[in-house]
């Protein structure tokens, strides 16, 4: 694997997953089987109050050559072809959605030692531009995210990020909405032999001089049970702990509670993730 800045969307990911990774207000059930001959089958639920909502995919893996196809309730088939390095560094992806004739899409994938690039273009008469790009190495990184409509001839998306990285600490500025909102964030590594570690993010936004501020902390009770907390500006309070009660089979509770109304009802959501 190439070390570097990686990707646009790896800058701030570390706070992100710490603050919202794994929180869930419904209940989900996935189950993941495989056959003799490598492919592997993952069946979903989701409970979103009265509707639920189901989907099955399918894993192959041919050497360097990976097929996903995933068919949902609305009988909407997801289709992704991923070739992985046809050349040092380079990753390809293809993927629509059937019947969406206008979902095709191509992406480029490019890791360097000092970039990473990220490119995309839709497969259609007048297509959906993507391009985001990163320079820089392991400890300082300045990269962009743009897209371009060439329907109308406008960036849909104008962003910019900063990020930097030490041993323990990761810390990032990004510029979103075309400058409208600015998110900085923090991450900091306390004991990396529990994992503990603690984060916030704060996002102003200029349209409506708002400030959102969130804070969060991660630990491990045990090698197998993992405990998070968050809370934000807001008086939202959520808590979950994850259990891995065999090998990648995860166990997952968490609750959500209004700290300026505490006579409303708790969120409570629960997902169980079963890889025998």
Known sequence: MVKGPGLYSD????????LYRDYVSDHKFTITTYSTTGVAITSSGLKKGELLLADVSTQLKNKNLTTDVKVDTNSNVYTTITVDEPAPGLKTIV????????????ELQYLHEYAGINTSIGLTASPLVNFSGVAGNNTVALGTDLSFDTA??????????????????????????????????????VKPVTNTAVGAELTHSFSSNENTLTIGTQ????????????????????ALIQHEWRPRSLFTISGEVDTRAIEKSAKIGLAVALKP
């Open 219 to 238: 630990h491990l009770l045990d090698p197998l049970t993992t405990v998070k907390a968050r809370v934000n500006s807001y008086g939202k309070a959520s």
């Open 95 to 106: 993927s629509f959605v059937v019947p969406d004739q206008k979902s095709g899409k191509v």
């Open 152 to 189: 109308t001839g406008n960036f849909t998306k104008c962003n910019a990020g900063l990020s930097f990285s030490t041993s323990d600490l990761i810390a990032s500025l990004v510029l979103n909405d075309k400058g409208d909102t600015v998110s900085a964030s923090y991450y900091h590594t």
């Open 11 to 18: 800058i701030g990911k570390k706070a992100r997953d710490l």
